[in-house]
Nanobody, 122 residues
């Protein structure tokens, strides 16, 4: 198990940027694939990005590719999500998650943070 705490959400105008952080507790952070998901009101949780343990591979859905970048600092036990060119449809609660191998299916993750709200609005 790994404990996860997200931060960095807030209100931003369309076209703006935000960087989310997810701090992990545990000395085995490097073995986990880390992922970000988001959930808007009334919608299913949606995959946003993932990065493998050594950071060698990253994964994105088409909806955020080219705008969002996931990265990790294994020494600091932290994963980041840099979000650029934000759109109103990016508004959601963003969650950090961890599992041993990559998956884009939120049902396969059992380590979750509490979430951080991102609102894109003028």
């Amino acid at each position: 198990q790994v404990q996860l705490v997200e931060s960095g959400g807030g209100l931003v105008q369309p076209g703006g940027s935000l960087r989310l952080s997810c701090a992990a507790a545990g000395r085995t952070f490097v073995i986990y694939t880390m992922a970000w998901f988001r959930q808007a009101p009334g919608k299913e949780r949606e995959f946003v990005a993932a990065i493998t343990g050594t950071g060698g591979r990253t994964y994105y859905p088409d909806s955020v590719k080219g705008r969002f970048t996931i990265s990790r600092d294994n020494a600091g036990n932290t994963v980041y999500l840099q979000m650029n060119s934000l759109k109103p449809e990016d508004t959601a609660v963003y969650y950090c998650a961890a599992r041993p191998t990559y998956s884009s299916n939120y049902r396969q993750y059992n380590n979750w943070g509490q979430g951080t709200q991102v609102t894109v609005s003028s």
